[in-house]
């Protein structure tokens, strides 16, 4: 079954508003989750670590105020897009590692998003 | 910076042939190698994971993995229509980030 759950498994939103995409890992705790951006035929991009209890570590050209990462719990981890523009509009998916499966990391459903 | 490449493809074989999938790497000190698979419109999901030079076999696939060439291989047996896909290799470093290549596409013919 499913380790890392995301939600909403997609989303649509007006051009310059905010929206938040959550990551919870189940029946594990999770000190460091990752997110991921992918465009149409393209691989995943990294975008961010994110550390519980502390701040995320952004991969160079993500833009930290603009990709808020909060993650306040060892089982949460939330990504809100601000001021969103249709090129925002990607596939974001998170991960988490898994120490009892040999340090694996294992992906969320993905989250679908639609900028309008 | 840190490398992971991959023949986009597609790669097209019938059903039933084995179908090999390639990756190079380049920081040599990577230790840890996963293949994961990616249905369109979807999250990837881990098929096997290698850290030792050799081959390692799981059901219909074995990865086999070549440090000294920086080299990671998937071989999948008795190919399904359902295996088309994406095929993900990726790298892991020491901060426990995966680095990913920019996938094969794979197409069973039936």
């Known amino acids: 079954g499913a380790v890392v759950s995301q939600h909403p498994s997609w989303v649509i939103c007006k051009s310059g508003t905010s929206v938040k995409i959550e990551c919870r890992s189940l029946d594990f705790q999770a000190t460091t989750m990752f997110w991921y951006r992918q465009f149409p035929k393209q691989s995943l991009m990294l975008m961010a670590t994110?550390?519980?209890?502390?701040?995320?570590?952004?991969e160079q050209g993500v833009e930290k105020d603009k990709f808020l990462i909060n993650h306040a719990s060892l089982t949460l981890s939330t990504l809100t897009v601000t001021s969103a523009h249709p090129e925002d509009s990607s596939f974001y998916i998170c991960?988490?590692?898994?120490?009892?499966?040999?340090?694996?990391?294992?992906f969320g459903e993905g989250s679908w998003l639609t900028v309008v | 910076q840190k490398e992971v490449e991959q023949n986009s493809g597609p790669l097209s074989v019938p059903e039933g042939a084995i179908a090999s999938l390639n990756c190079t790497y380049s920081d040599r000190v990577s230790q840890s190698f996963f293949w994961y698979r990616q249905y369109s419109g979807k999250s990837p999901e881990l098929i096997m994971s290698?850290?030792?030079?050799g081959d390692k076999e799981d059901g219909r696939f074995t990865a086999q993995l070549n440090k000294a060439s920086q080299y990671v291989s998937l071989l999948i047996r008795d190919s399904q229509p359902s295996d088309s896909a994406t095929y993900l290799c990726a790298v892991r470093d020491s901060s426990y980030k995966l680095i990913f290549g920019s996938g094969t596409r794979l197409l069973v013919r039936p």
């Open positions: 290698i850290y030792s030079n």
């Open positions: 994110s550390n519980e209890g502390s701040k995320a570590t952004y």
């Open positions: 991960s988490a590692n898994v120490r009892s499966s040999g340090n694996t990391i294992y």
